[in-house]
């Protein structure tokens, strides 16, 4: 089971990855997670990130590449993976191409892009609050709390964030648009890309997810 969900800020890839995790007992692969371990494992590969991180600037591809190649060759990802945010350019996508072939020529990706209007996402994502004291997660419109300026486990009070913000979020969605969204044409040209609607209930948007990957 090898899977890449696609789709912008918002539409809910998370929350799909880890109930695909839970139910087909696959690892989630997440760039900025695997960045972070191989920098506090301090290999070879995590100085040389480190090193990048440290001057400000962007990681290669070309370094991603190798760390993804690593990631993927762990015992665990042997019945499969769930990519998550990787990758984000077609330069990217061709070098997983080529990662896959090495691995196992016989590898079938299903990549799922979950659509999402903006302005849903703009509702889903203004509406999240955070708590200031224990940092547990709310969302007015899908998990509010009992009251709307309290958390519910200590009380502390209940701020949005600054990348929670509509003018905030309106910039990030043209960026995707803009640099992740030509991925969709690279993968529409092959076999095993898949649309599903992401502005219905989670379950309903799970259950064509299982529907997509369960197909031979």
């Known amino acids: ?25 696959i690892p989630q692969i997440s ?8 920098v506090k494992k301090m290999t070879p590969l995590g100085k040389e990130v480190k090193a990048v991180m440290d001057r400000g600037e962007l990681v290669s591809d070309e370094l991603i590449l190798k760390i993804i190649e690593n990631r993927l060759k762990e015992p665990d990802c042997q019945n499969g993976f769930i990519l998550d945010g990787f990758p984000r350019t077609i330069p990217q996508a061709e070098g997983l191409d080529v990662i896959l072939q090495k ?10 892009e979950i659509s999402v209007p903006d302005e849903e996402i703009i509702k889903r994502l203004t509406s999240r609050r955070v708590c200031s004291n ?3 997660l709310y969302n007015l419109l899908l998990k509010p709390p009992l ?28 960026v995707y648009r803009r640099s992740t969204e030509p991925l969709i044409g ?28 369960s197909e031979k």
Not at 31 to 38: K, N, P, Q, S, V
Not at 103 to 112: M, P, R
Not at 189 to 209: L, M, S, T
Request: glycine residues 8%; hydrophobic residues 35%; contains cysteine.
């Open 1 to 25: 089971m090898y899977v890449m969900l696609l789709g912008a800020p918002g539409v809910g890839k998370g929350t799909q990855a880890k109930l695909i995790m839970d139910k087909f007992r």
């Open 31 to 38: 760039t900025g997670d695997i960045l972070r371990a191989e």
């Open 103 to 112: 691995l196992d020529n016989h590898i079938t990706l299903k990549v799922i």
């Open 134 to 136: 224990c940092g547990e």
């Open 147 to 174: 009251d709307d300026n309290k958390c519910d486990k200590c009380g502390g009070e209940l701020i949005q964030r600054d990348d929670d913000k509509e003018e905030t979020i309106r910039k990030r969605l043209e």
């Open 186 to 213: 690279y993968y529409k040209q092959k076999k095993n890309f898949y649309r599903v609607d992401g502005a219905r209930p989670v379950e309903a948007v799970f259950a064509e997810i299982v529907r997509v990957l």
